[in-house]
Nanobody, 122 residues
Framework: QVQLVESGGGLVQAGASLRLSCEASGRTFSSYTMGWFRQAPGKEREFVARINWSGGSTYYADSVKGRFTISRDNAKNTVYLQMNSLKPEDTAVYYC???????????????WGPGTQVTVSS
């Protein structure tokens, strides 16, 4: 089993930056693909970004491409999401998740953190 805890969320103005962190515990963390998802009130959970076990393959949703950067530090069992040029539409609870394959589908992710709130004001 894997346990995940997100941190780094907060309230910021449009155009600001935040860096989210997700610390993992459990076996074979470095062998998993890690993903970030987000969910706004009244909306379904949506894919944001993913990164493979080595960090050599990343993929982003069109809505965040060019603004967000996902990275991981396997020695620290941590994955990051650097969020720049934040927009009000980025407001959501952000979740870190784990899967064994490269996927953008939340149903493929087996372990989830409790989430961290990101609020962007205009």
């Amino acid at each position: 089993q894997v346990q995940l805890v997100e941190s780094g969320g907060g309230l910021v103005q449009a155009g600001a930056s935040l860096r989210l962190s997700c610390e993992a515990s459990g076996r074979t963390f470095s062998s998993y693909t890690m993903g970030w998802f987000r969910q706004a009130p009244g909306k379904e959970r949506e894919f944001v970004a993913r990164i493979n076990w080595s960090g050599g393959s990343t993929y982003y949703a069109d809505s965040v491409k060019g603004r967000f950067t996902i990275s991981r530090d396997n020695a620290k069992n941590t994955v990051y999401l650097q969020m720049n040029s934040l927009k009000p539409e980025d407001t959501a609870v952000y979740y870190c998740a784990v899967t064994r394959i490269r996927s953008t589908d939340a149903l493929d992710y087996h372990y989830w953190g409790p989430g961290t709130q990101v609020t962007v004001s205009s």
